[in-house]
């Protein structure tokens, strides 16, 4: 006795629909991402034309002789080459400064009890309302004072501590499970190898959205530079030398576009190098 068994194979709607629905999804988001990316595109071009193509219309959208020497022009006539590492050396004592505090405070704030915590505590939010033109006399009095002025640290020195960090940070902390700290205890493991070796490595995330948060606030400063480097060139940071670029000395756009290309490099190296952390970041509250 034999039996036939006939199979048909043929998608299902369902899994049609889901393929329809992924498609279209990517499709948005290939779009929006060609959106966002084309003023990116065009200052690349841009920087690479001489200033009558820069003007020309309709605007070219690739460089027929690209004229790298506008990052020549911008990096060594335009002293870019000594802003770019004053900017770094300002972001990177900003961001230790202001990551090592922060970690400190808000393992203290949310570990440990002592006198006028909630007095404290109250006193670092108030501080997340005052703008920091309101300040800026006083800082530079203090800078003034403390014969800082004319040196790299005046520059960072008001700025390695962080109130949005201590409490992202306090956050962090406090939401680790007591259990753990209890099993740490019990192993004989004290406070500072509990900060050490336990609870950074578990706000890992949350330590890498704000070292980026502090990255892009330190090298994107303008006002404070300006304010202490008008007189002192040796110190002057990448975003005051982008303002002297456009100042007349060179002609066209091409070289100040150039710059800021040149600017912008760092910090498209810090997004694909923290965009994992950042992901977690955002989504780990949402995941369990």
Not at 69 to 74: L, R
Not at 135 to 142: A, E, G, K, L, M
Not at 184 to 202: H, K
Not at 227 to 250: C, M, P, V, W, Y
Request: net charge positive.
């Amino acid at each position: 006795m034999t039996s036939d068994l006939v199979v048909t194979p043929a998608a299902s709607p369902k899994r049609s629909r889901a393929r329809r629905s992924k498609f279209a999804s990517y499709f948005v988001l290939s779009l929006g991402a060609l959106v966002v990316l084309f003023p990116l595109y065009m200052a690349i071009v841009s920087s690479l034309l001489t200033p009558v193509q820069i003007g020309q219309q309709p605007p070219l959208f690739y460089p027929p002789s690209p004229q790298w020497h506008n990052y020549k022009n911008a990096l060594v006539d335009g002293h870019l080459d000594t802003y770019l590492w004053n900017s770094i050396l300002q972001t990177l004592e900003i961001v230790v400064g202001s990551v090592l505090t922060s970690l400190l405070a808000a393992f203290a704030f949310a570990t440990f009890d002592f006198p006028f915590k909630k007095v404290l505590w109250a006193l670092i939010l108030a501080t997340l309302l005052i703008p920091f033109e309101v300040t800026i006399v006083t800082n530079y009095q203090t800078v003034v004072s403390t014969h800082l002025l004319g040196s790299l640290w005046a520059l960072t020195i008001p700025f390695m501590g962080s109130a949005i960090g201590i409490f992202l940070l306090r956050q962090a902390f406090m939401a680790i499970p007591g259990e753990i700290r209890e099993a740490t205890i019990l192993d004989g493991c004290g406070p500072l190898r509990y900060f050490w070796r336990v609870a950074i490595p578990l706000v890992r995330p949350q330590l890498a959205a704000f070292t980026v948060i502090a990255v892009l606030g330190a090298w994107n400063q303008y006002l404070w530079p300006l304010l202490l480097t008008s007189n002192d060139e040796a110190h002057r940071t990448l975003q005051i030398g982008l303002k002297a670029l456009n100042s007349g000395t060179f002609e066209g756009y091409g070289v100040v576009l150039a710059g800021a290309m040149i600017a912008s490099v760092p910090m498209l190296i810090l997004m694909v190098v923290f965009n994992r952390q950042l992901v977690r970041s955002l989504t780990g509250g949402a995941i369990k």
